[in-house]
């Protein structure tokens, strides 16, 4: 992570740590449609998300330091996780994830 000046390094990690495991969740799990113009699940209880069990043990982040000013990090970490895991997925098995979430294609 680029986020020019840190401040308080511990708090861009954990943001980034957040930031990771919510792409995690979203590219891997979650899924919403629409069903009679309505759009599905309502509630939380169908809606799949990844658990503290589904998160890695361990996430590395570098922080890369600059003298650019301090700014806000909010969740740039997030956008590309899904890629990644699906290009991780590719180099195992030869095999493309195109499809969102891509949990949806690990059993078929």
Known sequence: ??????????QVRAQCEGAIIMGLS???YEHMYVENGELQPVIYGPYRMALMKDSPKLIDIVLLQNAEKPGGVGEPPLGPIGAAIANAVFRITGTRLRRMPLQQDFNS
């Open 1 to 10: 992570m680029d986020p020019g000046l840190v401040i308080n390094p511990d």
């Open 26 to 28: 979203a590219s891997m």
